[in-house]
């Protein structure tokens, strides 16, 4: 009923605010075997805090994850693994104001009509800071992914504002703070950032993800599509407006002639499918874009009410993100890893005796039209 749960096989069950004592996840259906130290969360959970640079929120959290359950001697026992991270840098004084006031383009007003009670210190269960247990239950999802399969999730900034990357390399993706494939730009988005800051606004941002490796027939029809599960993933990340799955929007203006992905025995042609055909994976790179809204905690003054139905004036202090779509990136990995171990281990339940079908197109490494 309340939907902090994702997932069918592969369930992740999230808990906790911003400002309470902890941030959690309970996995359940993960499969046994699978080697896991906590120190293995630390790579991604770092790519998503905050604090780990002058262009994010400047709240520090160590973000050490805790197995309470479900790992034994180190590995996975296939009973349910409960991740624990303390918070330790609230600071909920900043949200003195908020107390009696909606921030405008905040869900504190939709969360306030919904269940006439909110906890306002950090955005309370609203706050991304939800998304840190999504990233911890990723690593384990991605770990399985890459040595059951040879499945890699990987994602990138592909725009800020105006800003489009003019050059694309996956290596300058991980050479700066902003997840950005063209390292000779990272000096100009500084400097854009910085000043952004400066003016007290904040702005939108797209982040593209990719996986590579996803074998054909991941996806079930029709209210199970892969496509279908991985939009309602990626728009459950705070923030995000919009979500596209290989050519997405741009498939608005193309002929069916461009837009089908060609095939022949020496792999497809194209990927404008993003790797999924009639819900199905299809061997290609599974692709997706997600639009994410410039921040509402700005420090520009808007019109809003108080609880008592008065017009205020709401002006959000504290420490926020210029642009959420900065940190995204590792987020973004994170639900369609979700999505594809799910899917993964639903196709093994129902059509794990079904093997290789021929024929089969082998994989290519065929890029898309926007995805590098
Ligand atoms: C957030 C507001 C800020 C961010 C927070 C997300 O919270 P606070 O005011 O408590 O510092 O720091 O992000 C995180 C804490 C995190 O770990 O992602 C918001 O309004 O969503």
């Not at 306002?120 to 399985?144: D, F, L, N, Q, Y």
């Not at 991985?230 to 923030?239: C, E, F, Q, R």
Request: glycine letters at 12%; proline letters at 6%.
């Amino acid at each position: 009923m309340s939907s902090n749960s994702f997932g069918k096989l592969f369930t992740v069950t999230t808990f906790g605010e911003s400002h309470g004592p902890a941030i959690g996840c309970v996995i359940d259906g993960c499969p046994p075997g699978l080697a896991i130290d906590a120190q293995e969360f630390r790579h991604d959970l770092d790519r998503r805090a905050t604090g780990r640079s002058r262009f994010t929120s400047q709240r520090h959290e160590a973000d050490e994850v805790e197995i309470l359950s479900g790992v034994y001697e180190g590995r996975t026992t296939g009973t349910p693994i409960a991740l624990l991270i303390r918070n330790t840098d609230q600071r909920s004084k900043d949200y003195g104001d908020i107390v009696s006031t909606f921030r405008p383009g905040h869900a504190d007003y939709t969360y306030w009509q919904k269940y006439g009670i909110r906890d306002p210190r950090g955005g309370g269960r609203s706050s991304a800071r939800e998304t840190t247990m999504r990233v911890a239950a990723a690593v384990i999802a991605k770990k399985w992914l890459a040595e059951r399969h040879g499945v890699h999730v990987r994602g990138y900034l592909a725009q800020i504002g105006e800003i489009v990357p003019d050059a694309f390399d996956w290596d300058a993706v991980e050479q700066n703070p902003f997840f950005w494939p063209d390292a000779a730009q990272v000096p100009a988005l500084e400097t854009y950032v910085n000043a952004l800051r400066k003016s007290g606004d904040s702005i939108g941002a797209r982040v593209n993800v990719v996986a590579d490796g996803v074998p054909p027939g991941w996806g079930e029809p029709v209210y199970g599509k892969l496509d279908g599960d991985l939009a309602g993933a990626l728009m459950s990340i705070n923030a995000v407006k919009g979500v596209e799955i290989g050519d997405g929007f741009a498939a608005v203006t193309q002929h069916g002639s461009r837009h089908r992905d060609e095939m022949s025995m020496d792999g497809f042609a194209s990927n404008h499918a993003g790797g999924i055909l009639g819900g199905i994976s299809s061997g290609q790179p599974v692709t997706a874009s997600i639009v994410l809204k410039p921040t509402s905690s700005i420090l520009i003054p808007g019109r809003s009410v108080n609880l008592a139905g008065q017009p205020a004036e709401v002006v959000t202090k504290g420490r926020h993100d210029p642009c959420v779509g900065i940190r995204a990136t590792p987020i973004a990995e994170a639900m369609m890893a979700l999505v594809l171990i799910d899917h993964a281990l639903r196709h093994r339940a129902q059509c794990g005796d079904v093997g290789v079908v021929e024929p089969r197109i082998p994989r290519s490494t065929c890029g898309t039209s926007h995805h590098g």
